[in-house]
């Protein structure tokens, strides 16, 4: 099974900073793109999809881009709340096994 | 909202000891998956099942491993005699239409 690589972390930022997380993947058949969020210790969390045009959700915006493989994760006006870890997940088609990366953490500071 | 369900939370068991971890997936969902989360490390699939078979499995799903559904609603993972290496998360998972409903977990300890 081919990898997932995501930034290496933690990311420290302060409340209301803008902070972009990157992921590749190297697996050129993959089709279906999300990011999840991970509490310490808990299950991962759909955060979104992300679709080829890009999408936003609040303050989240992913974006794709096939070409280089490429997947991006912003967050706009970051909360205490979002302090987490985001994992960068892609598989081949909807309900094959989805293959994960290790996940950059994120702790935003009051 | 539905949810998938996995007992027990914690299971700490001896070193070559058997276990069984268990899930309840999602009621109209037809594809069911087990994942492993060593601590620190990245969510890893270990295999998925359809129609009352398996589907896939990883590298990492070797003889010591099975699954099974024994009736209409329960999912489960088996580790034949287990190795201080296995101590991990585990997460069941379903998945509808391309929808991936996680567990919360069962944290296995093996001493």
């Known amino acids: 099974r081919k990898e997932v690589e995501q930034d290496p972390g933690p990311f420290n930022v302060p409340e209301g900073a803008t902070v972009a997380f990157n992921c590749t993947y190297s697996n050129s058949a993959s089709q279906s793109f999300f990011w999840y969020r991970q509490d310490c210790r808990k299950e991962p969390k759909l955060l979104m999809s992300v679709y080829s045009s890009g999408n936003e959700d609040g303050r989240f915006t992913a974006q794709l881009n096939r070409a280089s493989q490429y997947i991006s994760l912003l967050i706009r006006d970051s909360k205490l709340s979002d302090s987490a870890t985001y994992l960068c997940v892609v598989s081949t088609s909807g309900n094959t096994p989805l293959v994960f990366g290790k996940g950059t953490r994120l702790s935003v500071i009051a | 909202e539905p949810e998938v369900t996995q007992t027990p939370s914690h299971q700490v068991t001896q070193m070559g000891q058997e276990v069984i971890l268990r899930c309840v997936p999602i009621s109209n969902h037809l594809y069911f998956y087990w994942y492993r989360q060593i601590l620190g490390q990245k969510v890893e699939f270990l295999v998925s099942?359809?129609?009352?078979?398996?589907?896939?499995k990883s590298e990492i799903f070797d003889d010591q491993f099975s699954v099974e559904r024994p009736d209409g609603s329960n999912f489960t993972l088996k580790i034949r005699s287990t190795k201080l290496e296995d101590s991990a998360m585990y997460f069941c998972?379903?998945?509808?239409?391309?929808?991936?409903?996680f567990g919360s977990g069962t944290r296995l300890t093996v001493v």
């Open positions: 099942f359809y129609n009352n078979e398996i589907s896939e």
């Open positions: 998972a379903s998945s509808g239409t391309g929808t991936y409903t």
